[in-house]
């Protein structure tokens, strides 16, 4: 398939509003589920997990199932790589919808500068995000900001990479008025997610990053709460 036709398929407003449908119904299962069945987890991570969905629907829903509630069987690598990832993807996803609306769709910027706009407020939100939580368990700015940096800049750096560069290949020219700027924005995020994981798994086993603790564990949630 051409780049032309795969622009045409998504350069719809009725698949784009089926989309956002889809989407607003998995957030409400998400702070639905958190409420209920997962309010132990601490307020940053519901953050977290409420962003992830919001950018990427189901495939967000399904991560989080599988990684991120106290109801999951077991706790291993990948689902480690998972949560990791999910921090960096809350905030880089803030930063890159920030960067994209800015750079392309009001200054219609070139790439060049699109790309370094959007991917310094990538970085900037999605370090915040990760630090956020160790922040709260009690460390100190510097400590975290010292643990988190080589590991975190890793893992922005795949995410963004492939996000940046898949949504101005396929936004082309488009603008925030036509339909083909916000199906780019959401297909180059979720493809990011998916790009980083491995990243966050090579990390988390060479012990670079930890995986943001086992959501079973709702003594030490419920510490985190008290800080």
């Known amino acids: 398939m051409t780049l032309d036709q795969i622009q045409t398929l998504i350069d719809t407003w009725t698949g784009l509003g089926i989309w956002l449908a889809i989407v607003a119904a998995c957030v409400v299962w998400m702070v639905y589920d958190l409420r209920t069945s997962n309010s132990h987890i601490a307020s940053i991570m519901q953050w977290v997990w409420i962003l992830t969905v919001l950018y990427s629907g189901p495939l967000g829903v399904l991560i989080y199932r599988y990684s991120g509630r106290r109801q999951i069987t077991t706790d291993d690598l990948p689902r480690k790589g998972f949560r990791s990832v999910a921090h960096c993807y809350s905030g880089c996803g803030i930063g890159e919808i920030l960067g ?40 100190a700015f510097r400590e975290a900001f010292k643990g988190a ?20 290949y396929l936004g082309g020219q488009s603008t925030m008025g036509d339909a083909l700027f916000w199906s780019s924005l959401y297909i180059s995020l979720s493809l990011g997610l998916l790009a980083a994981w491995p990243a966050n798994l090579l990390l988390i086993h060479y012990g670079l990053k930890g995986g943001m603790g086992d959501p079973r564990d709702t003594d ?8």
Not at 116 to 126: C, D, E, M, N, W
Not at 220 to 227: F, K, S
């Open 220 to 227: 030490a949630a419920a510490q985190a709460h008290c800080h």
């Open 100 to 139: 994209v609306i800015i750079s392309v769709g009001l200054f219609a910027m070139g790439n060049f500068w699109a790309a370094i706009i959007t991917f310094s407020l990538a970085y900037f939100f999605g370090f915040a995000m990760n630090i956020g939580p160790m922040m709260q368990n009690g460390m």
């Open 149 to 168: 940096f080589v590991a975190e800049s890793i893992s922005i750096v795949v995410m963004e990479g492939v996000a940046i560069t898949t949504d101005l």
